[in-house]
Nanobody, 121 residues
Framework: QVVESGGGLVQPGGSLKLSCAASGFTLGNYAVAWFRQVPGKEREGMSCITASGGHTNYATSEKARFTISRDNIVDMVYLQMNNLKPEDTAVYYC????????????????RGQGTQVTVSS
């Protein structure tokens, strides 16, 4: 499984760095994507990074504020989120699969339980 961490309450304009770790397998062998879900809405794919970290994809306009990265030495994937807005409030998920081939949640081999991010003053 994968486990997300780093969520919390942050003021508008603030930053958070989410982390994704693996349990029972080597995350560095997989592409990893970040998703988010607002209550009442569909889960939204945001960004994906290849296993090597050499290629990234951003599905949304958040590319200007969010950055996906990974450190395969410590076997972690990150989502740096800057200039957070109230509309970024959501549960953020990471998921792992062989390749970055889109953002269909059910096609990911390993999927986390999510971490809550709340942006509010």
């Amino acid at each position: 499984q994968v486990v997300e961490s780093g969520g919390g309450l942050v003021q508008p304009g603030g930053s958070l760095k989410l982390s994704c770790a693996a349990s029972g397998f080597t995350l560095g062998n997989y592409a990893v994507a970040w998703f988010r879900q607002v209550p009442g809405k569909e889960r939204e794919g945001m960004s994906c990074i290849t296993a090597s970290g050499g290629h990234t994809n951003y599905a949304t306009s958040e590319k200007a504020r969010f950055t996906i990265s990974r450190d395969n030495i410590v076997d972690m994937v990150y989502l740096q989120m800057n200039n957070l807005k109230p509309e970024d409030t959501a549960v953020y998920y990471c998921a792992a699969t062989a390749y970055c081939l889109g953002y269909i949640w059910d096609r990911y081999d390993y999927r986390g339980q999510g971490t809550q991010v709340t942006v509010s003053s």
